[in-house]
């Protein structure tokens, strides 16, 4: 068997086989579906090994392989150094400037060596029927970052990259499939052992226990192509105190309020049925306090789910700290919230089908996370003190829906314990 196809079937099936192994781990364990996964050391080692086999499979390949950059109607190989000095007459950036990379790619050189080394076999063993590309992985690679960290229209990228628009489109919808096929436990919920590291973080900021996550909702825009009106679509995230997605459940139709997206969602549902947040609950201040998430006050107060007072007039009051605390750590989530739409395609209408822009959503939201175990600050943005001084701002306007004895009672106790 060729070789190339040979390290693709062999790096799709140890990705499937990771997959099986999370739904087995969780349904033998607690029963629950695919929003839990194993601890990240196992997923790790898995995927270093998978690497390394993808590696050691190519390493006799690579170096023999023509890389080209062409287009449909250019057909010939080019060796490297010809290939090399197209991309550079372009100004792609795949010259590893930094200066001149990141903007392009939205991540380090390094970053993207990594990640072609990592996808390189699910990127070549697929190409469009009758069509076959004689591309790199790396130019493959390329060209989907670039429409990804740019938003610029496949026409533009196919001009850039001297390919083809067709193909410029395929490489693009297809790094978005592979990822979100393949690689989707990288925005993974974690396993209850890893709660605790979660939680830990948590208090550490603020001094309040026992803390899953920051719960937030975004919307991204698109053209809807029939009558070219702009639609939205909302994504709910779930992230950690790094700023790290610990969930994502993206497709919503954007009219719809954060509060009713969470009561549609499988998270809630989860939740709800035990499979989520449901370790032993610890007690503060004579209350028991189970495991829960904050978020803004465009959410109800539940047992599982705090959200701010509103009236928190005297500084020094537990009511006070308690929403200073809140804020501080919902900050985690305005910046996950605003490197994802740092994203060229996320920040503008997108002109893609809506299952399309769906996965364009998920493809970000699991570069985001790669970034950030790559400790790659193209991840986060900066400047963020306006975008929290406005949602302060809009969180003041907001009211709470009607909570139960059990919600107020588990906040108060919070409140009461949270660091001056």
Not at 110 to 120: D, H, I, M, R, V
Not at 140 to 164: C, K, Q
Request: glycine letters at 6%.
């Amino acid at each position: 068997m060729d070789p190339r196809k040979l390290s693709a079937l062999l790096s799709s099936l140890v990705s499937q086989l990771l997959l099986l192994i999370i739904h087995l781990f969780h349904s033998n364990k607690n029963g629950a579906d695919s929003h839990h996964f194993i601890p990240h050391a196992i997923i790790h080692h898995l995927l270093s090994s998978q690497q390394i086999a993808t590696s050691l499979s190519f390493v006799s390949v690579s170096r023999k392989r023509k890389r080209t950059h062409c287009s449909e109607s250019d057909s010939e190989p080019s060796g490297d150094g010809i290939a090399d000095r197209r991309l550079d007459r372009v100004g792609l950036g795949l010259t590893r400037d930094p200066d001149s990379f990141k903007p392009f790619f939205r991540m380090k050189s390094s970053t993207f060596e990594w990640l072609a080394g990592l996808l390189e076999p699910l990127l070549e063993c697929r190409d469009p029927v009758g069509s076959p590309l004689n591309l790199s992985a790396e130019l493959r690679l390329g060209i989907g970052l670039f429409r990804l960290a740019t938003g610029s229209s496949y026409a533009e990228i196919a001009r850039r990259f001297g390919v083809s628009e067709s193909v410029t489109r395929f490489c693009a919808k297809h790094l978005c499939r592979v990822l979100c096929t393949n690689f989707r436990f990288w925005v993974a919920f974690p396993s209850p052992e890893e709660l605790n590291s979660v939680s830990s973080e948590f208090e550490q900021l603020t001094g309040l226990p026992n803390c899953c996550g920051v719960i937030d909702c975004t919307r991204f825009n698109i053209v809807n192509e029939i009558n070219g009106r702009i639609d939205s679509i909302a994504a709910q995230i779930v992230v950690d105190s790094s700023s790290r997605i610990l969930s994502i459940i993206a497709g919503f139709k954007g009219e719809k309020t954060d509060s009713n997206i969470l009561k549609c969602s499988t998270l809630c549902k989860d939740i709800e049925d035990g499979k989520l947040l449901n370790s032993s609950p610890l007690i503060v201040n004579g209350v028991a306090v189970n495991q829960y998430f904050v978020g803004d006050s465009d959410y109800p107060l539940l047992p599982w789910l705090m959200v701010p007072f509103v009236d928190d007039f005297v500084p020094v009051s537990s009511r006070a700290k308690f929403n200073a605390a809140h804020r501080a750590m919902c900050a985690s989530a305005l910046k996950t919230v605003a490197s994802l739409k740092n994203w060229g395609i996320l920040n503008r209408p997108m002109h893609e089908e809506f299952k399309a822009a769906v996965a364009v959503i998920g493809a970000c939201s699991i570069l985001h996370n790669v970034l950030l175990m790559r400790e790659d600050d193209s991840a986060l943005c900066e400047g963020m003190d306006d975008q929290i001084s406005r949602r302060r701002r809009q969180q003041q306007q907001q009211h709470h829906e009607e909570a139960g004895t059990e919600a107020c009672e588990i906040r108060d106790a919070l409140a009461s314990s949270t660091r001056s």
